[in-house]
């Protein structure tokens, strides 16, 4: 089972950046999906971006992409989204999480390890 620490979460401007950071932990990575969720009150569990580790291949949720990037750090073994043109609507508890596995899913459903999570309010 893999340990996953995120961190890096904040209060921020609508309009300015953030970049959030997952420590991943526990198992060879090469055969995994990393991906980014956000949960916010009153709301289900929502997809943002996922990476695969060994080819680096990425995947956006429409309501991030042109705005959010994800990237990893081999030597690190750290996933890092970088969250830019914030607006209030990506205000949330965010979500790192793995699975084994190729294909590119949102589907939290079929993510098998979590971290604990890293709160971000877009707020003037």
């Known amino acids: 089972q893999l340990q996953l620490v995120e961190s890096g979460g904040g209060l921020v401007q609508p309009g300015r950046s953030l970049r959030l950071s997952c420590v991943v932990s526990g198992d060879t990575l090469g055969a995994y999906m990393i991906a980014w969720f956000r949960q916010a009150p009153g709301k289900e569990r929502e997809g943002v971006s996922c990476?695969?580790?060994?080819?680096?291949?990425?995947y956006f949720a429409d309501s991030v992409q042109g705005r959010f990037t994800i990237s990893r750090d081999y030597a690190k073994n750290t996933v890092y989204l970088q969250m830019n043109s914030l607006k209030s609507e990506d205000s949330a508890v965010y979500y790192c999480a793995a699975r084994k596995g190729y294909f590119f899913t949102l589907d939290p459903r079929l993510y098998t390890d979590w971290g604990q999570g890293t709160q971000v309010t877009v707020s003037s």
């Open positions: 990476i695969s580790w060994s080819a680096g291949n990425t």
